[in-house]
């Protein structure tokens, strides 16, 4: 099978890679700028502009559809990207696109997880077979979350607020595995083997970095602080990753005092 990765120079894109090479698959991996090397074909995409789309589209059996931009440009690339690698795909006769997404992104209103949803909508809605992977959040990001939150002094956050960490790695072999399965017509969730309270999750965080760093409870207001409380942002889907936030913590600090 070869197969066309979009935003394969991302924090999931190199996983993915990994993971496609191990079973065998051929990899076209799209970026926006010009890479090298990792034993596969590079090719330059914009989804933004569609620039490259047609020729990386050409003689792939399947798209696995990683690009975004939640920092910018979030509807040109999600949504009108997505929508034009859709039409790309369908001209080119690509008889299985896989897209990911994020849990949540149905009950939770950051305006970032609306695009994502909208992008869904149109994979759903256009001639091309489709699955759609929604991961529950990774523990490099709630790692640099925390980080960002400290930076200052004591950590911030809502000490209710729930997260089912998963590990980047196993959501790229759940990816894989819909690729070997063909098109699901639908939604499939995949979390964390434990779901977490924010407290929770700050106390694991700051013993494995020595810190002494307090939390500092702030209640978030609204509907978006009852959605996060209630577990918007986890799923009691099976199967679940088996790699623990604690796994993630031990990895990336080991025996180290930092503070």
Request: glycine share 12%.
């Amino acid at each position: 099978m070869r197969v066309l990765v979009t935003g394969a120079g991302g924090r999931l894109g190199s996983d993915v890679l990994a993971r496609l090479r191990d079973d065998g698959m051929r990899v076209r991996a799209s970026s926006r700028r010009p890479r090298t090397g990792s034993d596969v074909e590079w090719v330059v995409v914009d989804l933004a502009t569609g620039d490259g789309l047609v020729e990386a589209v050409t003689g792939v059996d399947a798209v696995l559809h990683l690009a975004s931009s939640p920092r910018g440009r979030t509807h040109q690339v999600d949504v009108l990207g997505t929508r034009r690698l859709v039409v790309a795909a369908a001209t080119a006769g690509v008889p299985h696109l896989v897209y990911i997404s994020i849990v949540g992104v149905d009950r939770v209103p950051i305006p970032y997880y609306r695009h994502k949803l909208a992008a869904e909508q149109v994979v759903a809605a256009g001639p091309v077979p489709w699955s759609v992977l929604r991961a529950t959040q990774f523990p490099q990001f709630l790692d640099d979350l925390l980080a960002t939150s400290a930076r200052l002094g004591p950590v911030l956050g809502d000490r209710a607020v729930l997260a089912q960490p998963v590990d980047p790695v196993e959501v790229a072999a759940r990816l894989a595995a819909r690729l070997a399965a063909g098109p699901l017509g639908g939604i499939e969730e995949f979390g964390g083997p434990q779901v977490l309270r924010f407290d929770e999750a700050v106390r694991a965080w700051r013993e494995a970095r020595g810190s002494r760093r307090p939390l500092l409870p702030v209640r978030i207001p609204g509907r978006l602080g009852r959605e996060l409380r209630a577990g918007g942002l986890v799923t009691e889907a099976l199967p679940r990753g088996t790699r623990t936030w604690a796994d993630h913590l031990a990895d990336t600090y080991g025996g180290t005092t930092r503070r």
